[in-house]
């Protein structure tokens, strides 16, 4: 699919950049072009890779002129820009607004001026039922994606949906260790609290799947196992703490969820099982190319659960450590 193609990834220097980056490599492109506003941070990139199929574009998604200049000639965009603290987007909502809407509509516009192939966009699981603005800017990106396909121009745009990746950047497990290391304790906002998880080669290899098999329109939900929080933290503590280690509860953070969702219940209507990795999210208004193409749906199952949230199944310490191991914050031989 990416053999000799160039392809465009926004916001590209983040820990989904860097491993989308490294694994589109393998796949012979004709050029990959890393899309973000951050000098010092493409500069870091580029010395790691070293690379002649990798061409940096200083620019932001706010600014449609420059994605028009950026995609031309491109095939296909992976779409990772975002403002992505929740605490970040509660205190500046209009910077929230900025970046992951009206960039999301620059980058839809631009695309289909430069007849681009697919745009893939990376939404979150705070997207469902959202609580905090990050999520609900991601939720009005969604829609926006998914509503794309109905514009004029043969781009096609579609959403792959994931939670909490293992070890990129801001997430809890490095903050954790590095919390014993300075504190010898583990700062948690709520000792009740769930999440998904899912390691960076995972989630991008899972990207690709859906990536290669949708035709625009759908949203790609990506299975993923959850767990408590704390849970999570007393693995770590027996891996890089001591007898004296603590965890000490903090309170929860303006617009933190308790438990995150995979799917709202107000979609269940238009989920279906797609395999073993994903569920598949139909559009409201459902074309004839995408009637056609999943034979109306015959050869999955629709969902009929209540409620997609963590509180089914959560993971047993033994998961948990083999994630951790997944994830590199464990050596296989331990």
Sequence with gaps: MFENKVILITGGTGSWGYELTRQLLKMRPKEIRIFSRGEFAQVNMQRKFE???????????????????????????????????VHVCEMQPHEAVKTNIMGTANLIRASIKNNVKK?????TDKAVAPLNLYGM???????????ANHLQGDTQFVCIRAGNVLGSNGSVVPLFIDQIKKYNKIMLTHKEMTRYF?????????????????????????????????????VIIKL?????????????????????????VYELGNVYEYDNNYYLIIPNVVNETIRRY?????????M??????????????????????????ILSEE
Excluded at 61 to 79: N, S
Excluded at 248 to 253: D, K, T, V
Excluded at 294 to 302: A, Q, R, S
Excluded at 305 to 329: C, V
């Design 304 to 329: 009929q659960i209540t409620e997609a949230s963590l509180k089914d199944s959560l993971m047993s310490e033994e998961e948990i450590r083999w994630m951790l191991q997944k994830g590199s914050f």
């Design 119 to 123: 745009v893939i966009d990376v939404s």
């Design 51 to 85: 690379s002649e199929f990798l061409r940096f574009i200083i620019g932001d998604v706010r600014d449609e002129k420059a994605l028009e200049e950026a995609l031309q000639g491109v095939d296909y965009v992976f779409h990772l820009a975002a403002l992505k603290h």
């Design 294 to 302: 999943y034979n109306d749906f015959k050869e999955m199952i629709k």
């Design 198 to 234: 899912l390691t960076i080669p995972e989630a991008i290899t899972l990207l690709f799947e859906a990536a290669e098999r949708s035709i625009g329109g759908e949203i790609f939900v990506m299975k993923m196992p959850a767990c408590r929080i704390i849970d999570l933290a007393e």
């Design 240 to 264: 890089y703490g001591n007898s004296e280690t603590q965890i000490e509860e903090i309170g929860m953070r303006a617009g933190e969820k308790l438990h995150e969702e995979l799917i709202s």
């Design 137 to 147: 800017t991601k939720g009005v990106a969604e829609k926006m994606i998914v509503q």
